[in-house]
């Protein structure tokens, strides 16, 4: 089970889009996707299921809110028991792979600042057992579902840095960051990894902290910027867009996706009413040229980018075990 966080700073730059997109076309190519939406927007949820459903069957018992006000009072709920399956979309799969969803819920909003009353503590042992705690609440609900279940979970975070989002980045392998070919768009993704990297810095220095039970630490990877939104002019991206993708590109450890997604307002504007992302409505000629092939480009490009870092990361560990062994052998001779 792959945990990716889908996560940008800044609202409307198609975190919400790339989610669904990216976890629909996985289950197209045969996977089993959950998708879980951390934004009290719950446009996610809205993009998958019907609002008067929602209201029904899920408000009050199958969100992710739920999930977190449990860890409040003190009780268990499994997390496997709030995921639902979103009807029209997984219709649409004809049994390839599916997609389900943890759902969301306004009220999200407040869990920050009830999740922000646990931290602290009089001694470093017990700022340190509170802070795993609280960061690592949404992990130890991941790794709660049977590891066979699903292949990818994608999180939708909010546009912030509180409390909920970091327990998405403290639970996730992969971050996935959208952006908008604009000024303030790109310069968020620059704050954002830095931000990120201060998180896991401070995550860490807990979890090696001695005493305690054991806490591992985390290592989540900067998969890349997928560009959203995109202008074309004669199968190119307008100059000023193609200015903001090629000034990302340019910054130092900043993956940019080589594919994006194109702008176009009718297609991305109906898709939440019809509950079935963009990428399974097959367009992909006419006036809609490209959108398609764009999107699956963009999953084409994450399949890839994830096996060159696991790749990466195997050597590595490879190395560091070649280097440990011959001491482990010799300390065993005496
Ligand atoms: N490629 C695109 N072309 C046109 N509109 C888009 C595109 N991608 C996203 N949008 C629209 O932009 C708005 C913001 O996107 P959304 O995914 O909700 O962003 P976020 O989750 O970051 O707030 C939505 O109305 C969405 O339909
Ligand atoms: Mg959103």
Known sequence: MRVISVINYKGGVGKTTLTANVGTELAWRGHN?????????????????????????????????????????????????LIISPQRVNDRLDGNGRVDLLCSHLGLINVDLHLAAHLGGTTLQQSKRKFVEVHGRLAEGLSSLSQEAYDVVLIDCPPNFNIVTKTALVACDGILIPAKPDYLSTLGTTYLARNVNMLIEEYNSYANLPGGDPVE???????????????????????????????????EDMHVFPHYIKRNDTLFGDAPKNGVPVVLQGYDSGRYGGVASGLTGVVDDLAGRITEIEASMAQQEEEEQGRTLPRVVWSNEW
């Open 33 to 81: 996707v959950l998708l879980i939406d951390l934004d009290p927007q719950s446009s996610l949820t809205f993009s998958l299921i019907r609002p008067e459903e929602w209201h029904e069957r899920y408000k009050d018992r199958y969100t992710i809110k739920a999930w977190y006000d449990a860890f409040e009072s003190g009780n268990e709920l499994p997390m496997q028991n």
């Open 217 to 251: 630490v985390i290592d989540p990877q900067v998969l890349g910027v997928v560009f959203l939104m995109v202008q074309e002019y004669d199968g190119e991206p307008i100059a000023s867009h193609r200015q903001y993708i090629a000034e990302i590109s340019r910054t």
